[in-house]
């Protein structure tokens, strides 16, 4: 292959790797069952006038399956970190305990297993999506090459390389998704 085909297969599939790292984390937010520090990433704090990742402005510990410990390292924080967590919507009610907040994270019901079973599905078709997106992209680029000059079987060539790499990362999405699905119905 030419240095520009190697080039558009390269790019491809890095933005699909960042696809399947960016699902990674959304499942990570996903309460499976036992409580994780990572059911809290992604919440902004109002840390003096900056919202900040709550990672920085607290440890994060799960003493046991069933709750999390916010140990603010500004003890002054507690009340904006608790006022963050609740305006996140994950359904917790952290307890103020003087110097730290503690989340009881209630096993999950039927109903709401199935409900994130679900939200998982659909992470998981919007990188799909996002998957697909990069195919038709790199087909494009893939066209572009054929018109400047570059042999159409090599064009071809890229073209099927670029259509096993879509199938192998669609594949590594639904290995993913099944995981997570039997993770959350494991009770």
């Known amino acids: 292959m030419t240095d520009d085909a190697t080039f558009v297969l390269e790019e491809a599939e890095e933005s699909m790797g960042h696809s399947i790292r960016h699902l990674e984390k959304e499942f990570q937010k ?21 919202p900040t990742p709550i990672e920085q402005t607290a440890n994060i510990n799960t003493p046991d399956p069933h709750s999390i410990v916010i140990q603010p390292f500004d003890k002054s924080s507690i009340q ?3 006022k963050a967590i609740m ?7 952290p307890m103020d305990e003087g110097e730290i907040l503690r989340i009881n994270v209630p096993p999950l019901t039927e109903e709401r297993r199935i409900d994130l079973v679900k939200k998982a599905k659909q992470v998981a078709e919007e990188t799909k999506v996002a998957i697909r997106n990069i195919r038709r992209s790199a087909n494009e680029d893939a ?32 290995n993913f998704l099944e995981t997570k699905e039997k993770d959350i119905m494991t009770i």
């Open 87 to 93: 305006n996140a919507n994950l359904g917790f009610n």
């Open 30 to 50: 996903i309460r499976a069952g036992k409580a994780t520090p990572g059911m809290l990433s992604g919440i902004k704090v109002e840390y003096y006038g900056t």
């Open 143 to 174: 066209k572009k090459l054929e018109k400047e000059g570059i042999p159409e079987d090599e064009v071809k060539r890229l073209l099927d390389e670029i259509q096993k790499l879509t199938d192998k990362y669609i594949s590594k999405i639904e």
């Open 80 to 82: 904006d970190i608790r």
